[in-house]
Structure formats: C-alpha cells, structure tokens
C-alpha cells in the first residue's frame, strides 16, 4: 500500500482522483489540501464519497507533510506545481501534475502562453509527458510526470497511427474540438452559468488555445518532423466530455486504415478503436479512462477523418494521472480504472 497526497482537493480533478483512488487496491489518500476549505471533512463536502474517506479532511498544504508520502498528485492552477515539486522530490516523493506546469519543454514558449516566468525551469530537463501510449517506458522510471491536458489527450491519440505511419499530410492538420463544461474548472464564472452554458455552443480560443503549443509539441514528436495544426475548441452544453473530429490528407496509399488503427491500439487497455463505420459518443466514455476511436475515409477521398473521444476528468486528467501513477509503482496500469461507463 502507497500513501498518497492530493494538492488541490476540492476542484473537479481533485475530486474525480478522490473518487477514482476509493477503488484502487494498492494507494491510501492520507493528504488532501485547499485552503479555502482547511478543516471541513470530505465527505461532508462530497457526499458522494461518504463512506470511503470519513476521517479524511482538508489541510492547507504543507511541503514537509507532503514529502513524506509516496507520491503527491497537484490538481492545481498553473504555477502552483512549479513552487512546490522541487521541495517534495528533494524528500523523495514522485510527483504527478495534472497542470501545464511541466507539459512544454521549452520555459519561453511555456511563460509566452500562459503569461507569467517558468517557475521550475530545472526540472524541465526531467519531467516526462505522462500520455502511457508514447511514453510508457519512461513513465517507469519518472520521479515528475506531467499529465497531459484533455484537448490534447484527444487529439493525439486519434491522430498517432496516422503520423507514426506517415501517411498524411503533416502541414495540414486540423482539430476540430467540442468540450464540456467541466474542463473549465469548478471556479464560479459567468460563462459557466446554466443559463450561459445550456442550449447554446460556442468556439473560443479559435487564433490560439494554450493546449495548441502541447498538442503540437506531442505530434511534432509523434511524426518527428514539423507540424503544423489548425485547432479550435468549442463549448458545448454537457458536464463531462470531449469529442475531437480530426482532419487530415493522405500522402501514401493508406492500405486498411482500420487495421492500422487497431493494430496500433492492440494491448492498449485505455484505447478503444471501434468497429468500421462507427460514431463514438462521449457518454460511451462517462466516468472511464478510456478513449474510444473510429476512422473513416468518407467516400474513399484522401481525407481522413477521426472521431476520438473521451471523458476530460478521467482520461483527459485524473484517471490518466492514476494510469501514470500504476506505471510508476509497478501495478498494472489499469487498477481502479476498468469500470465501464455510466449510461444513459
Ligand atoms: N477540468 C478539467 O477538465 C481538466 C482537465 C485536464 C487538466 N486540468 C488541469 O488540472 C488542474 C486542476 O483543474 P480543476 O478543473 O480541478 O481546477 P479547479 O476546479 O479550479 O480547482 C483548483 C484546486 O486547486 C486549489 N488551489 C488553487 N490555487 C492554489 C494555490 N495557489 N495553492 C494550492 N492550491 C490551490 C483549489 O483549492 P483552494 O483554493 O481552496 O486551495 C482547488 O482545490 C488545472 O491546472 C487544470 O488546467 C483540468
């Protein structure tokens, strides 16, 4: 049994590993911060989780505490990581980030996007991305791993068979992205009102989305070559999910482009690619760590066309996090992560 803390616990992430690790055999949540709820216990905060965490309460976090558990998760705005993970990882504890703080290796590119100096500049060098389908080997052996973001989760993992097998066009890819309201945190905003968010869909972020250097990072790595993407995020009146329908041209003779999808995804126990002719949906995904896929080539033109979707509080955050955390201590990387999907 591993002890493990949670800095951040009362936002949608923080919540979501609270419930995630309830079902896991082999961790102990013993820490979970806010401090703005220091001293309420959780399960009075979460009654969802009654029954799981009755003496568990939030504590303001406290490095020296926190270094002496086996790992800690940061369910954290930005910056927060950078000030703390240095002083747990010199205690020995490995670190896993669900915030950007670690997903772009370049420190300039990362204080252009999002406003303000890298703080950990250091540790950049070995911050592994957390996406287990690129890195797993890695993954291993990182004391700092940095979990992907929900838009590129998605989008990267529909569009690596296509690119490790070269056969599109690399300069003109786009993602056409739709994300529920859950991906804008719990913080009260207005936009996130129902009466804001209902009956309505948006595109924001449309001349450029910090997940844009990320996703273009991971796919520049995928294809090893220059890439370039069109991507545009969209509002859309649900609590959990993302769908991603994403674009691209072929340059080869594309042979079975079903057969390549699922012998890329064999094995992989959080990647789902679905039969020939299928449209995902992201209720198929509620609540798991899976991404479900379909391919298409409609009417057998050069255009692909790939449907990925997945849950961006479990595969796009906290059940990848667990899927990092699995890898790192030697359990099988799907404990406490195979429950199927809640339906309707
Ligand atoms: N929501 C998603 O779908 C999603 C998906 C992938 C990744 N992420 C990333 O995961 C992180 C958390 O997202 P979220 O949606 O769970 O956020 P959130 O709902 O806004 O929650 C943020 C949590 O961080 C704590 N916090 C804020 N400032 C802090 C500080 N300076 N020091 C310590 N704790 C602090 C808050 O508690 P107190 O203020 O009470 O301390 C709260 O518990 C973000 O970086 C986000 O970008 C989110």
Redesign the pocket.
Known sequence: MIKVGI????????VELLRLLAMHPHVEVTAI?????AGVRVSDMYPNLRGHYDTLAFSE?DAKQLGRLDAVFF????G?AHALASELLDQGTRVID???DFRLRDADEWAQWYGQPHGAPALLGEAVYGLPEMHREQIKTARLVA?P??YPTAVQLGYLPLLEAGLVDAGRLIADCKSGV??????AKVGSLLAEASESMKAYGASGHRHLPEIRQGLTDIQAGAVSLTFVPHLTPMIRGIHATLYSTLIEAPGDLQTLFERRYAGEPCVDVMPPGSHPETRSVKGTNTCRIAVHRPENSDTVVVLSVID??VK??SGQAVQNLNLMFGYDEATGLSAPAVMP
């Open positions: 800095v951040g616990g009362t936002g949608y992430t923080g911060t806010s401090r703005s709820e976090p369910a954290t705005p930005h927060v669900l915030s950007a979990v973001g929900c859950t991906g804008a945190g719990r913080g961006n509080l796009g955050a």
